[in-house]
């Protein structure tokens, strides 16, 4: 086939996926509403349209071809938005199989395919992600344990994410004076290790795609403690639309009477004090993955557009940086994602303003 | 199109939709893993390799 009319093909293809998207239900058929085209693409088809790169996914197509069966579903991130499988695949390989869901399933999959492809792009590790389907993908199993079932080991209590992190009224655990003296030992420890953690190179570099990416709060579920240090797995939704809601929860909320508006009898503002993590230039001290960004932007300034603190990153860094990134563009254009990219660009330029470090975290050393 | 080895396992074809659903329904059924639960996995899966008399894994 000629290149003008594989392209005038790919582009109906798309045209038509784009009216095909499918709802997926968790041990259903696919369904479509009414009117949509019932365009599916299957195999090679598939992973040729849904991918602009193969060259570093040969072993995830090899794999796919091969066939698989489930081992059983990991959590990683947020079960309400994805389902993270382990598959066992016919050629020996064991590799997860995430499936997002709802809505935005399709969006999900383009920030997780392009947050992949934008964190190997500038030397990050983290998973290779082959989309097989507008809402599904197979991608690499990071080896190690997430940092939230380090949380639940370190305290010793399955409820560690809950107790930690998801109490969005009420104090801190570690707060509370009633507190065993081992418990209180147990969640130093835990902070401990989770500064060690942020403040370690790997953690810093997973801060700067969390920036880049509009990653803005990671799940402790999507963080995975691997041999040569933390690596970011996917399943965490970036880029701004997602991610302004969760701000939103812990940053906006009026904390002090606004003139003029008189509270129903009863009522009372929430104080979120209590969850301003980050003071100034230093590592929030909640113990959960929470921020990789914290040594690098301040918590609420940020989230009213400010906020950028000086960062360690080098001017061979940003030179790097702005390289990789504009070498990655045609993976945005490919899933028709310029604005990410471009969000991604006008970060690295704030970024680039505030930086101030002497040794390269990122940059190739000659 | 899914296919069955010569030991009954069927190997099912991910990007045909109706193949995933049938992965997602076997992932269903299963009770979730722990980081522990795959090495724990794995370790099984090399023990039973190593005592095939030609080595090859068996799933």
Partial sequence: MDPATRHRTLQLLHLADERATPHHIPGEPYKYKHGWIPVILAGAEAIATWNHDLSDKHHLVTAVESGAHAAGPIYLGDSERIHTVLGDFGNGAEHLVTTHLGPDARRNADSDQLASELARSIGIPAPRVLRIAPDRSVSDFVDGPTWAERERQILDDPRAYELVFEQPDQKWYWENPKLAPAKRLQLEDLQRQRSDMLTSDAGVRMGVLDLLAGIDVRDSGTVVLGPDGVVPVQSEVGWPAATAERIHTVTEVPRQPIPGVKLPK??????ASHRNPTPPGSIAPRPTSGT????????????????????????????????????ARPAFVARNQQDWWQFSSDRLDALAAHATGTVDLFAPTA | MARVDENGVEWLDLTDPVEAAKFDAQAAAMEPLTYADVVKRRE????????????????
Wanted: hydrophobic share 45%.
């Fill in chain 1, 266 to 271: 009863g009522m009372k503002l929430f104080d």
């Fill in chain 1, 292 to 327: 990789f960004r914290d040594g690098l932007v301040t918590w609420q300034a940020f989230a009213r557009g400010g906020g950028w603190l000086d960062n360690p990153l080098t001017a061979a860094d940003i030179t790097y940086l702005r390289q990789q990134l504009d070498a």
């Fill in chain 2, 44 to 59: 099984a899966r090399q023990a039973k390799a190593a005592a095939k008399p030609n080595g090859t894994a068996v799933q």
